[in-house]
């Protein structure tokens, strides 16, 4: 009999691999056992050959192979001929360095053997032996190797969690890619969140998985929408607000009946949770977040739960607001106001806008992203405006009679330094560089946008004038830049969202033959009068206009 191995071509020898292993055993009924016994074994020698061919894809479909004899013949084989061929695949070529696509061949084909019932004392030994192999270089090969842990689940061949501890699962579960981390999720979903048990088993895993890795826990409940009903999403939502209340309500610190009015808060985890976890009650927090957001089409399509779970975080929210008053708590609490209506959460309104007021300039994206992005949800972007306009046009370092004139109606800062055009700019580019928030903004009306693209315009003097005279800070100067930068931007998405008004076309070409009549004559003669940082920012202007154009 010849064997497939010893084909030159590499894609015969797979194919031909795959054909032997199907139809083994060969023999001949007519020949003797001891015939037969010699037979198998050159048969076996030859699968064994197989598996350490030099290219792999014969070792792939050799694995294929292997597994499927073990699933057919488990009771067949010498008990020594099944441990060195598990060995061989689950020691040696799961771990084969020279290829991906072997490693990946193990995992996917070794579930085949799992089929059997008679594998899973022996697999029970050696399957822990895998355990690295969940941090594999290749996302393939560890997408293969969950689904085997899947697999090990569902036939109930061994714990997988002694195949693989859950501090590497859940530490693969915060760091990995989608395919994987939902991957994980599936495996770990009946353990954290148990839905055949009450509600507060649900909130004590939550509590235990924030405690074990908090990043794994918001990548869990970010993707366990996926495997179950939405009314377990919205149940687990609730439970966490009882949770919090609880926590609250122990302290003695709050005269609100939302929360002081319910004692079975006080049953909640009540050895457990504490409002000194302040990383703990953050993530709580986040979670809610995360679980309103993964089911809010579906709570949007049914308007009495909708509206139950809005009164029910609504009355609590100015509470939480209250006690939890650490940044990294605020941060998911404005993410939830967000969320609500705005006619839930009237008070609350002005806050958010007194927040953003109230930030110092150069303040870094986290402290007012998550504050404008409510004050879109609430349909008030036209607030975050009026105050970029007001500080835009209020800080402007150039200002005619005619522009004072004008302002001689508006309230006037008592303080100057109250003017923040810098963070004003920060506001308006993160606006502008979000898609959402750039349809939310340009959603206002042209007569409302207009005042913006005008304050936006009125700093082409102080770029004039540091090129000119050198006169302005470079502070100013940048500010400036980014304000030109800016109002290019913003007339483009205008012109484009409103094709028909002319006023925008000209001011682009406005600006254009600015560009070439004050900027331009800085780079064409530049003398010994010109400074560096003239023909530097000349060069920015022009860089920002080509890009414009």
Known sequence: METPGGAANVEVRANATLLFTEAFPVHDPGLSSEKVDELVQRQLDTLFALLEDPRPLVRSSAVLGACSVLARCWELLPSTVITDLLKKLLLQLATDTSSPDVRCAVFMCVSVILDNSMSHPLMEKLLPALKTSLHDTSEKVRVAFVDLLLKIKAVRAAKFWKVCSMEHLLARLELDSPSVSKRIVNLLFNSFLPVSQPE????????????????????????????????N??????????????????????????????????????????????????????????????????????????????????????????????????????????????????????????????????????????????????????????????????????????????????????????????????????????????????????????????????????????????????????TALRAFILHARLTIHLQHRYPEGQDLLRSLQHSMDWVEKRVLPFLATPGDDISEQQLTLSKQIVEVSDGAE
């Open 233 to 478: 999403i919205v149940k687990l939502m609730l439970m966490i607000r009882k949770c919090l209340n609880a926590c609250i309500q122990r302290t003695g610190d709050t005269a609100d009946e939302s929360i002081t009015s319910n004692k079975e808060n006080m049953s909640v985890l009540e050895d457990v949770l504490s409002l000194k976890d302040t990383a703990v009650m953050a993530s709580l927090l986040e979670i809610v977040v995360i679980l309103w957001r993964s089911v809010q089409k579906s709570l949007e399509r049914n308007q009495e739960a909708f509206q139950y779970t809005t009164a029910k975080f609504a009355s609590v929210l100015p509470e939480y607001l209250r006690v939890f008053q650490e940044e990294r708590c605020s941060a998911p609490l404005i993410r939830l106001a967000s969320l609500l209506p705005a006619s839930a959460v009237p008070a609350l309104r002005g806050k958010v806008m007194a927040q953003l007021r109230h930030l110092n300039a150069g303040s870094t994206m986290t402290l007012y992203s998550q504050p404008i992005e409510c004050v879109c949800s609430w349909g008030q972007i036209s607030h975050v405006l009026e105050l970029v306009v007001e500080w835009l046009t209020e800080a402007e370092p150039i200002n005619t009679s005619e522009q004072s004139k004008s302002d001689s109606r508006r309230v006037q800062f008592d303080d100057p330094s109250e003017a923040k055009p810098d963070l004003a700019l920060d506001y308006l580019e993160y606006l502008l560089t979000r898609p959402r928030m750039r349809d939310c903004l340009l959603g206002l009306s042209l007569d409302q946008l207009t005042p913006l693209h005008s304050a936006l315009s009125a700093w082409k003097a102080v770029l004039y004038s540091s090129l000119s005279e050198c006169a302005v800070s470079a502070t100013v100067t940048e």
């Open 200 to 231: 507060e088993v649900w909130c004590e895993r939550c509590v235990t998985m924030i405690q074990m890795n908090p990043g794994a826990a918001r990548k869990f409940y970010c993707y366990a929408y996926m495997y179950t009903a939405p009314t």
